[in-house]
């Protein structure tokens, strides 16, 4: 089975701090993902990586960075922390980018339900 | 533009109904994935389906089925003799390419399922 674990599952930060969010996948995948889900909004995509030290911006990279110096490990990176990154994160990995089948499927961690305050 | 709709914000029913999670997708690509996640109130997201764009059968896994239909760009999930345990929010999503490499999900806004006894 896919394992993807969260660093936190619940985290309160101060505005201006900086806050690192830790994802590992145990299964060798190549992509990971971090997504925010807010209530109305669904899932929407933050970062994703397709391999080491590669990294494209998703839909809303704004206030954000990311990490991957190893292939397992995906950091989300918020530089200054702001209440409206008030949020749940959600960490996903993919097998490869094999644009077909199974390599498709993203498998996701618990979330971290982040409190900005 | 990709995306993802899901009309229903929220459903409730009593144990034992049939309940249908709409979805409904817009896409460009004419090759593509449409997925169902389910996210219980622990908050991680489990992966239930993936079907590719040139596989339109149905899909029966137990008390879950599903219906594709190209013609209206529908992906509909029937839950059959719903249980209280099905109680959860429900997420369909699109694959599509990513700018430089991999791919990417467009979720929908999810649908609250509650399952009353």
């Known amino acids: 089975d896919v394992k993807v674990t969260q660093s936190s599952r619940y985290l309160v930060k101060r505005t201006g701090e900086k806050v690192f969010l830790e994802c590992v996948q145990d299964?060798?995948?190549?992509?990971m993902f971090w997504y925010r889900q807010d209530p109305g909004l669904g899932l929407r995509l933050i970062y994703f990586?397709?391999?080491?030290?590669?990294?494209e911006k998703g839909d809303i990279p704004e206030g954000y960075s990311v990490s991957r110096e190893k292939k397992e490990r995906f950091s989300l990176i918020l530089e200054s922390a702001s209440t409206n990154q008030t949020s749940m994160y959600l960490c996903?990995?993919?097998?490869?980018?094999?644009?077909?089948?199974?390599?498709?499927?993203?498998?996701f961690g618990p979330g971290t339900r982040l409190l900005v305050l | 533009a990709q995306k993802v709709t899901q009309a229903q914000t929220e459903i409730s029913v009593v144990e034992k109904e049939d309940v249908t999670l709409d979805c409904v997708y817009e896409?460009?690509?004419?090759?593509?994935?449409l997925f169902w996640y389910k996210q219980p109130p622990s908050g991680e997201l489990v992966f239930l389906i993936r079907?590719?764009?040139?596989?339109?059968q149905n899909e029966i896994s137990g008390r879950y089925s599903w219906n594709f239909q190209k013609s209206t760009s529908s992906f509909n999930f029937t839950i059959t003799a719903s249980q209280v345990v099905d109680s959860a929010v429900y997420f369909c999503?699109?694959?599509?390419?990513?700018?430089?490499?991999?791919?990417?999900?467009?979720f929908g806004e999810g649908t609250q399922l509650t399952v009353n006894p």
């Open positions: 996903a990995s993919s097998l490869g980018y094999i644009t077909s089948g199974p390599q498709e499927t993203q498998y």
């Open positions: 299964m060798d995948h190549e992509n």
């Open positions: 990586s397709y391999d080491v030290k590669m990294k």
């Open positions: 896409t460009r690509d004419t090759t593509y994935y």
């Open positions: 079907r590719n764009s040139f596989d339109e």
């Open positions: 999503a699109l694959r599509r390419r990513g700018e430089t490499s991999g791919s990417r999900l467009t």
